[in-house]
T-cell receptor, first 111, second 117 residues
Framework: LAKTTQPISMDSYEGQEVNITCSHNNIATNDYITWYQQFPSQGPRFIIQ???TKVTNEVASLFIPADRKSSTLSLPRVSLSDTAVYYCLVALNSGNTPLVFGKGTRLSVIA | GAVVSQHPSWVICKSGTSVKIECRSL??????MFWYRQFPKQSLMLMAT?????????EQGVEKDKFLINHASLTLSTLTVTSAHPEDSSFYICSARPGGVGTGELFFGEGSRLTVL
């Protein structure tokens, strides 16, 4: 399973765009990149997933360069409720493949 | 989206007792479920992979005799912490992925907080 590296923590003011970059130098050809959000005392919640280029949904965008050795999660106009830990994961997209979590990025949004 | 539910949400027990945590996939069948443990301010640590109708696969360092996993149906996996001790106090989270290859999202339960006195 590919190992990921991301910043331990980030601070942002409300209304700003936040970009969290994750490195995954040994990503395999069939691996997908998935980001999860976790609030205290809750299970992680899926944010977005991609394989290459750019993916956008109603809450975030995911940018993946051609070499796929990194990815950037972009959160537009964050609010206080976006304060959470964000995990970048890389793994096969199959039913019996677990996700191995790295340390994650603790995002603090300040008013 | 798919729902994974855990019960209980929190439990307090005395040292030496056993505690069972249930994980259910409410609207899909899951031949495989995953159990994680999370200590305060730390990331999730994969404990084991629960396989319906067969033995669970445990990660290195996880005692299979202490953390008993039973996946008796396609919608239910249970984790039993046997002879619990204070160091077993943690947040236990299960997860499952609907369908087979290429279905994407892994859904997580709400978590179960165990406190051993």
């Amino acid at each position: 399973l590919a190992k990921t590296t991301q910043p331990i923590s980030m601070d942002s003011y409300e209304g700003q765009e936040v970009n969290i970059t994750c490195s995954h130098n040994n990503i395999a050809t069939n691996d997908y990149i998935t980001w999860y959000q976790q609030f205290p005392s809750q299970g992680p919640r899926f944010i977005i997933q991609g394989y290459k280029t750019k993916v956008t949904n109603e809450v975030a965008s995911l940018f993946i360069p051609a070499d796929r050795k990194s990815s950037t999660l972009s959160l537009p106009r964050v609010s206080l409720s976006d304060t959470a830990v964000y995990y970048c994961l890389v793994a096969l997209n199959s039913g019996n493949t677990p996700l191995v979590f790295g340390k994650g990025t603790r995002l603090s949004v300040i008013a | 989206g798919a729902v994974v539910s855990q019960h209980p949400s929190w439990v307090i027990c005395k040292s030496g007792t056993s505690v069972k945590i249930e994980c259910r996939s409410l609207d899909f069948q899951a031949t495989t479920m995953f159990w994680y443990r999370q200590f305060p301010k730390q990331s999730l640590m994969l404990m084991a992979t629960s396989n319906e109708g067969s033995k669970a696969t445990y990660e290195q360092g996880v005692e299979k005799d202490k953390f008993l996993i039973n996946h008796a149906s396609l919608t239910l996996s249970t984790l039993t912490v046997t002879s619990a001790h204070p160091e077993d106090s943690s947040f236990y989270i299960c997860s499952a992925r609907p369908g087979g290859v290429g279905t994407g999202e892994l859904f997580f339960g709400e978590g179960s907080r165990l406190t051993v006195l």
